[in-house]
């Protein structure tokens, strides 16, 4: 049983550039949140996806997109980077149609650099 | 806004010794808390989920536990092992369904 799995595991952008992230979440989970982790932080809550729709949005500007497919992966796209940028950025799964107690799977991150 | 706290954010212990680790959240209004590893550079494991009608969970050398009125969760590692070494993260998960974490604890087990 696959668990939740991203791509790229590395990145290195220059400023300006967009860059896409992608997400294949746990078998089973319908619902992806994508996180942002700064070094020596707790992440951050970006957004979250179900049904191919955003749910729920963090305190991120709008250069911070995403996306859903039928098949339930998820792609996060940051426009324009910033230096500021630089971080491991989370994919979490879970299953919407559960309690609103579901666990939270973690993939294991796309370390991104901006320089 | 849900603010979380982790104190302290480093702890450095012989093997063997039992480990504390303390998590405090400003909003008492909480769907559940979970608790989660991380190696560095890594992804988050799951380790305990408590949901917020419950006082503890139990997972091998691990338990949590969580007193919502107070805003505090805490997650004790019995006989400790340099395997345990990882930083250790508190999330709640509040009326919002929005997930907001600590810091974290970064755990050193010397051998």
């Keep these: ?17 967009q860059v896409t992230l992608r997400c294949s979440p746990k ?3 319908d619902t992806v949140s994508w996180y942002q982790q700064a070094l020596g932080q707790g992440p951050q809550f970006i957004f979250q996806y179900y049904e191919e729709e955003e749910r729920q949005r963090g305190n ?11 098949n339930y992966s998820s792609e ?14 989370l ?12 666990k939270l799977f973690f993939g294991s991150g796309t370390q991104l650099s901006v320089l | 806004k849900q603010e979380v706290t982790q104190i302290p954010a480093a702890l450095s212990v012989p093997e063997g010794e039992n480990l504390v680790l303390n998590c405090s959240f400003t909003d008492s209004a909480i769907y559940n808390l979970q608790w989660f590893r991380q190696d ?13 009608s419950q006082r503890e969970q139990t997972s091998g050398r691990l338990n949590a536990s969580l007193d919502k009125s107070s805003g505090r969760s805490t997650l004790y590692i ?23 974490f600590g810091a974290g604890t970064t755990v050193t087990v010397r051998a």
């Design chain 1, 60 to 70: 991120f500007p709008d250069r911070f997109s995403g996306h859903q497919f039928p």
């Design chain 1, 27 to 29: 078998s089973g989970h």
């Design chain 2, 78 to 100: 019995a006989a400790s092992q340099p395997g345990d070494s990882a930083t250790y993260l508190c999330a709640v998960k509040s009326n919002d369904y929005k997930l907001s």
């Design chain 1, 76 to 89: 996060l796209n940051v426009n324009a980077l910033l230096l500021g940028d630089s971080a491991l950025y």
């Design chain 1, 1 to 17: 049983d696959a668990g939740v799995t991203q791509s790229p595991t590395h990145l290195i952008k220059t400023r300006g550039q």
């Design chain 1, 91 to 102: 994919c979490a799964s879970s299953l919407r149609g559960a309690s609103r107690g579901e």
């Design chain 2, 40 to 52: 560095p550079g890594k992804g988050l494991t799951s380790l305990l989920l408590i949901q917020s």
